[in-house]
């Protein structure tokens, strides 16, 4: 019995140093997507009228399309301004930018990777919590829904209102809050606003969310958030539902 219990303690303390490690080398790569913004995209903009590595620099909106290499259907959003991610006060201010819903206006850039058409009902945008994220750049994603998260969201999406409750099945093994916009709101509600204002109301922080958006069977837009875990081994990371190589196209 004592062997087993020292065997176990171990492995224990050898997934704790390498999780460490791992942590440590994350975060020493982490400014890698500002600096391609900052050193790379946006001057080449200014310079060339050229947004090479970007897709696009849109310099009055003050953000670009980057394609990802992870999947050959998956772009990010990102602002050309430093700011971190999801805990930034900046994202917060009453006037701040939209990013979610420039977003999504650029989907015809993914949409125009693919093979054949994609319905704008399997895309979804998300953005990873601090503990769930790898770089410290704002960075939404654009990729599809997984198949098996979006027959869920399909199936509950009329039990969900414009509030914030939870989800009716866990998704990808975790739990998500879930809420609905008009797609008339969308430009001037923002979800990070939205899901400011539901954890500040239980003295929450911001920063251990993953929040994601995707478009309903209705039109309407249906927001989801899932919180940092670590009992269930969730990082807050929204990105898990997403489906690089659209599965769902095919």
Known sequence: ??????IIFFLLIVLVVAAAVWLLY???NSDALWKIVSEQCVPNQQQRHDPAPCLAVDPVKHFVVFKDAKG??????????????????AIQKPDAPNYFYYAWQERGRLKQMADKPVNDRYLALAINSWYGRSQNQLHIHLACLRPDVYQALNQHEGQISNSWQPFGEKLKGHDYLAMKIPANTFEQQSPFALLNAYVKQRGDDIAKYGLAVTMTEQGEFMLLANRLKVTDLNLGTAGEILDYGCALQK
Do not use: D, Y
Request: proline fraction near 11%; charge should be positive; glycine fraction near 4%.
């Open 1 to 6: 019995m004592k062997k087993a219990l020292r």
């Open 26 to 28: 994350i975060r020493a």
């Open 72 to 89: 050959p259907l998956h772009t990010l959003a990102m602002p050309t301004e430093k700011i971190t991610g999801i805990e930034s006060p």
